[in-house]
């Protein structure tokens, strides 16, 4: 149990900007054992997100409860997520060979696709959410609740399904390139689809999983299809873009 939880620190300090204990020593060998535990880190973000915005929407309008709440779920990630999904837009719009995109997604400079890709994302999930809080605060709060788990188990399913697109050690996202085992697959499922299941209504939940589901198989087909695999920034863009899916499919089905 000491070292299950070791991992989950070892994957909070990676993925988010947060403070670890002492004690957790920093392992390469834990972190790549520690992607299980990619969906309870989006429990720690979905927590902080949606009790902003509840609170935050007593006393605001529902428009700048939602930005605000984004923003510091934004400063709590380090911004990781959606830098891979920018560098993502620009290799897999601007690269027409696999060299090529991997080279455009090192680059740390943003290119068109990158900019019009993560201004669309934010506003994107922006209007979603402020049309769940503006009928009710607690709906749009579930709905962060459910959606930053679930999108982090689509980037862990793609990590366990598709084999590792860069040859050399160039990535600091090798380190978590690992396939997950089948128990940890089968805990990053039950923590990441367990607030879908348990906050949702039916309909709800079966919008949000149908839509994140066939959004995430299309982006592992493309990036098998593309690069013979995924790299950390892919990863990255399916988090946004289950994210995204989550909180579409809860408003398609709510409205």
Known sequence: MREQLARFFTALGYFTRLPVPAWVTWSPERLARAAAWLPLVGWVVG????????????????????????????????????????????????????????AIMKDSRIGSYGAIGIVLMLLAKAAALIELAAASPAAAAIALLVAHPLSRLAAAVVLHALPYARSDDSSKAGAVAQRLGRGELA??????????????????????????????????????????????????????????????GIVAVST
């Open 47 to 102: 927590i902080a997100g949606a009790a902003a915005l509840y609170a935050l929407a007593q006393v605001l309008p529902a428009s700048l409860a939602v930005i605000l709440s984004m923003a510091l779920t934004i400063r709590l990630t380090g911004a990781l997520h959606e830098d891979g999904f920018a560098d993502a837009c620009d290799g897999l719009g601007g690269g027409w060979d696999k060299a090529q995109i991997l």
């Open 187 to 248: 805990l990053a499922s039950a923590v990441g689809l367990l607030p879908a299941i348990a906050l949702l209504a039916p309909l709800q939940a079966l919008g949000a999983l149908a839509l994140a589901a066939l959004l995430t198989l299309w982006l592992a087909r493309l990036f098998l299809r593309r690069l013979g695999g995924h790299t950390g920034d892919l990863l990255g863009a399916v988090q946004q873009a289950a994210e995204l899916a989550c909180y579409v």
